[in-house]
């Protein structure tokens, strides 16, 4: 069984930056591979990135690559999610994932565990 709370959401305007961070319980936190996905107001859950369980591979999706960063500290069982050059798309709630698999899932089904979710509002 794994919990995990996310943190750091909150208001801002484009162009600012964000992190948020997700801690997990459990002593099995490196045995999952972690992802962050988002949910705006009338659309479906999408990936945001993942990263795999060493923290050695890391995916993103086309529209936050090279603005997001998504890193993982296996001895505090945190993962976080740097968020920067945000952009008023970028507004959704934003939820952390863990999968107990060797690969990182950019679908959502696969993932056994989920956070509660903290919304992100980027203001123009």
Do not use: H
């Not at 009338?42 to 998504?70: C, M, N, Q, W």
């Not at 056994?112 to 980027?122: F, H, L, R, S």
Request: glycine content about 12%; hydrophobic content about 30%.
């Amino acid at each position: 069984q794994v919990q995990l709370v996310e943190s750091g959401g909150g208001l801002v305007q484009a162009g600012d930056s964000l992190r948020l961070s997700c801690a997990a319980s459990g002593r099995t936190f490196s045995s999952y591979t972690m992802g962050w996905f988002r949910q705006a107001p009338g659309k479906e859950r999408e990936f945001v990135a993942g990263i795999s369980r060493s923290g050695g591979l890391t995916y993103y999706a086309d529209s936050v690559k090279g603005r997001f960063t998504i890193s993982r500290n296996n001895a505090k069982n945190t993962v976080d999610l740097q968020m920067n050059s945000l952009k008023p798309e970028d507004t959704a709630v934003y939820y952390c994932a863990a999968e107990y698999s060797v690969d990182v899932s950019r679908a959502s089904g696969p993932y056994d565990y989920w956070g509660q979710g903290t919304q992100v509002t980027v203001s123009s």
